[in-house]
């Protein structure tokens, strides 16, 4: 039988000594072994949402949708309830979702294909509606569930299956910063473009998904968490390799920072 | 004098967008395109008042989609269309459907192909009843054939859409969309059933919800495929409906659904007069088809004949049923154009004439 649920224990022995547990996997992750690829920035972002979940105690008002790609099981790996969608359509689920439970938190978690080509009009729509959900937009640049063709997203001369010579921005579009494009509509609350590639990007991103939840509450808008995620496959490098290029090319032209943050008055 | 009775003169898409209201929906996600734009009209204006949730979408792929999203969230909710814009929404139909979300879909038919006509039609009846998106599926179909029946009918598919976890389907066309009859709200009992599958937030009590149609492992996917047809096999035993019309001793049969069945009836009359002894069988579920009753009716008449808006869909379906039985022809026009019933009498006769 495959094993494919990893267990926690309740303290570690070594060398005949016990140790206490100081840190736990969430319960708000099933326990299943993902199947990202190892140095894919998934899992990490799955891992912070689960945490915030948990330690905000919204456990049982969420409801989350992901769409095809990469993300699709994430329903196996998040401990709460989700709905998977059809590619590009996840914002729609989500209006779906909110608009008839209007107290739950309502989060999407999707692609820069599946947000920024195929769902634009969609993506576009529910923000300007102000839709009170919550974004989560990993960027890594590529079509990674497909195996790497070109995204929306993808960098001017970015090498993939179908730019094999690089990315032609003459005749195959320019990498669109969504973030940037969204963020001037007014029904867009809080966006911000984060990474998971070091200890300190996590824990911003942390703070940035604790953010969108809490603002939910206030009923005033999207809150729109791009992230930029490393994807060692299709970037074919390192996972180590990955970091570098994230700081020093997707970085340069996705600037990491808050890009639009409520005023003090609109936290009111 | 209590008043128990709610008549009134409205249009098929009112009818059907105050029966909605009635009916307890709790969302309703819609596109304009005529000819069923009174729909979002009707219930832009009477839903803030009377509770419910109505959203003008992007498009029919965010509308439909927003469908599945409430309907995976536990909502009674619907949408509406008319041929092009329910095109847009196969891919969301058949998400739907391997989801099983229950929900009330409604194309009211206009002519086509392309952007077509805003004339009534049932150039649709393959894609309502054969599929129309992607992978082995199947809506409940209901045809109404007056503004009565599309108010009765969104009671009907909202029930049926509960009880077997599937998404109905209305088909009705721009005739009798438009058109404006008596209709009477009779007062109902609501019937509500618990949806624990849905996704309204993990309890302590209960496993996580997962609305999916992704089934990687070809073991899953199959099992899946297997739980449809077995569902599928039920509403075909259970929810056949039909309507006949002087077949006691018919010799000849029309066979129509919807408004090309109002003709029917008409041209029925008429041949009785001149001493035919035509009947009329009126498919009220077009899936699950009337096929049993079809086979024995060919026991008893010479031939049978469709009259279809369109160049002739449901008349493979009554082949299959009388399975060679007795010939089985088809008139029909097209483009929007609505045929007398004098002009399907008379080729009523040539056909059966030919045949016989
Ligand atoms: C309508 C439709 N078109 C195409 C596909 C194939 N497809 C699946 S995932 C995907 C791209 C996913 O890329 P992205 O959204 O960037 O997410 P990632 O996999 O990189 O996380 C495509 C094209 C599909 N499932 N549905």
């Known amino acids: 039988m495959e094993n494919n649920e990893i267990q926690t224990p309740d303290c570690l022995v070594e060398n005949g000594e016990t140790y206490d547990m100081v840190y736990e996997r969430p319960h708000t992750l099933t326990g299943t072994r993902m199947h990202y690829c190892p140095g894919c920035g998934h899992s990490t972002a799955h891992k912070i949402l689960a945490e915030v979940i948990e330690e905000l105690g919204i456990q049982g008002d969420v409801v989350g949708i992901a769409p095809v790609g990469c993300s699709v099981f994430a329903y196996d790996y998040l401990n709460f309830d989700m709905q998977e969608a059809a590619h590009g ?180 | 004098m209590e008043q128990t009775e709610d008549i009134r003169l409205m249009k098929g898409n009112e009818a059907m967008a105050e029966a909605s209201i009635q009916a307890g929906a709790d969302a309703y996600f819609g596109y304009p395109i005529t000819p069923q734009s009174e729909v979002l009209e009707y219930l832009a204006r009477e839903m803030p008042g009377r509770g419910g949730v109505v959203l003008q979408a992007e498009s029919e792929v965010a509308s439909i989609n927003m469908v599945y999203g409430a309907a995976g969230a536990g909502a009674r909710v619907w949408t509406s269309s008319s041929s092009p814009g329910f095109s847009l929404m196969q891919e969301g139909i058949s998400y739907i459907a391997a989801a099983q979300l229950p929900c009330l879909l409604v194309n009211v038919n206009r002519g086509g192909p392309g952007l077509g006509t805003i004339q009534p039609s049932q150039g649709d009846y393959f894609q309502a009843v054969k599929g129309g998106g992607h992978g082995d599926y199947h809506l409940i179909v209901l045809a109404p054939n007056s503004v009565q029946e599309m108010a009765d009918f969104v009671f009907l598919g909202f029930e049926l859409a509960d009880k077997y976890r599937n998404p109905v389907l209305m088909l009705s066309d721009g005739a009798i969309g438009q058109m404006m009859e008596k209709v009477v709200f009779h007062k109902r009992e609501l019937k509500r059933i618990p949806k624990p599958w849905a996704t309204t937030g993990k309890t302590p009590d209960r496993e996580r919800s997962i609305i999916t149609s992704l089934f990687i492992q070809p073991e899953k996917m199959e099992a899946v495929n297997l739980l449809l047809n077995k569902k599928y096999e039920e509403i075909c035993k259970n929810e056949v409906r039909y309507e006949e019309i002087m077949t006691e001793d018919a010799e000849v049969l029309l066979v129509a659904y919807g408004l090309s069945a109002r003709i029917s009836h008409k041209t029925v009359q008429l041949a009785r007069e001149k001493g035919i002894k035509a009947g009329l069988l009126r498919p009220i579920t077009l899936y699950p088809f009337p096929y049993e009753r079809l086979n024995k009716l060919a026991d008893q008449v010479k031939c049978m004949m469709t009259l279809e808006l369109n160049a002739g869909q449901m008349v493979e379906d009554v082949k299959l049923a009388v399975n060679g039985k007795v010939p089985v022809g088809h008139y029909g026009r097209q483009g929007g154009i609505i045929p007398s019933p004098e002009e399907v009498e008379e080729n009523f006769e040539k056909f059966f004439k030919s045949v016989s």
């Open chain 1, 89 to 268: 359509r996840a914002t729609a689920v989500a209006t779906g979702v909110k608009r008839v439970l209007p107290d739950k938190y309502v989060f999407t978690y999707q692609g820069d294909g599946d947000l920024a080509a195929i769902g634009t009009a969609e993506t576009i729509h529910c923000v300007n509606r102000g839709e009170n959900i919550m974004i989560i937009f990993i960027n890594n640049g590529v079509y990674g569930m497909t195996s790497g063709q070109m995204a929306p997203t993808s960098l001017a001369g970015m090498k993939t299956t179908t730019s094999p010579y690089g990315r032609d921005t003459k005749t195959m579009g320019h990498p669109i910063k969504v973030s940037e494009l969204i963020a001037p509509l007014p029904g867009a609350f809080y966006v911000t473009r984060q990474a998971v590639h070091n200890a300190p990007a996590v824990r911003k991103t942390k703070k940035a998904i604790t953010n969108g939840f809490k603002y939910q509450k206030l009923n005033k808008g999207i809150s729109f968490i791009e992230i930029i995620s490393n994807c060692p496959s299709n970037w074919k490098m390192t996972p180590l390799q990955t970091v570098e290029f994230l700081d020093n090319e997707m970085a340069k032209y996705y600037p990491l920072g808050d890009i639009k943050v409520p005023s003090a008055e609109d936290l009111k």
